[in-house]
């Protein structure tokens, strides 16, 4: 008998944990507490009450005054949340480092009551666009070739299909772009390492960076200095009976020329 391939896995999970160690001498965090405030806001346009919340993070500081109480777990690939115990998780700023970003929603939705809701948000396929660019540039010129460094992360468009493959209902997936200013591109990248989101790719060169390619990049940077962050949010709910649910196609009451206050013109009608 053969035997089943084992996908690729992207994310090197011990090199993760280590730059997260490196970076909690000295956390940069403001994009943690820019998605804890935007999850805040969310939760208070829901207009319910949550009593069992757990929330997985790679930082539980920047969660513990807003959400105390909550379960806080680690952003493990085997999320230790009890099947069912929750009627709000949060999956925090994590996401776009799972080897099986499927299988972590999957568990999300496991650990939800029936109609518990789920919130989850990662970084979106335009974060850091220019630091890319100038990576790129910069390596093809110095050495000739590209290695993988920067992860490469969902786009919003196949996101909400990720939901639905979870099992999640009423799933929506959008984003919001957040622009940062650097003095420059060296600035950037020590931010990104207080953030432990440097290099964590399962492909990485293992070694250091030419000072060739790094002088090069920083140089072909934009004057502005600009960094964009695209922070996308999931939302699902888990599924109940007594749920709203989307109307079936055809079946609407009301006729739209009716609720726009126009008259209604039949495409197969002939002109006069």
Partial sequence: MGRMNTPPRLSDRDALVAHRVRASASPALFLHAWVA????????????????????????????????GA????????????????????????????????GQLVQCRRALRPDGLFLGTLFGGQTLQ????VLAQAEAAVTGGLSPRIAPMAEIRDLGGLLQRAGFALPVADAATVPVEYDSALHL?????????????TGRLRGFTRRAVITQAAALYPDDGIATFEIVTLT???PAENQQQPLRPGSAKTRLSEALGVPEINPNSSKS
């Fill in 236 to 238: 699902g709910w888990a």
């Fill in 71 to 102: 379960t806080v777990v680690p952003d493990e690939e085997a999320l230790a949340l009890k099947t069912q115990s929750f009627d709000l998780v949060i999956h925090a700023l994590a996401l776009h480092w799972a080897n099986d970003l499927v």
């Fill in 130 to 133: 220019e630091l890319r660019t």
């Fill in 189 to 201: 990248m020590r931010d990104l390492r207080a953030m432990g989101e440097t290099n964590a790719l």
């Fill in 37 to 68: 405030d935007e999850v805040q806001e969310r939760l208070q346009e829901v207009n319910r009450p949550f009593t069992d919340v757990a929330i997985v993070t790679a930082w539980p500081q920047v969660w513990a005054d807003r959400f105390p």
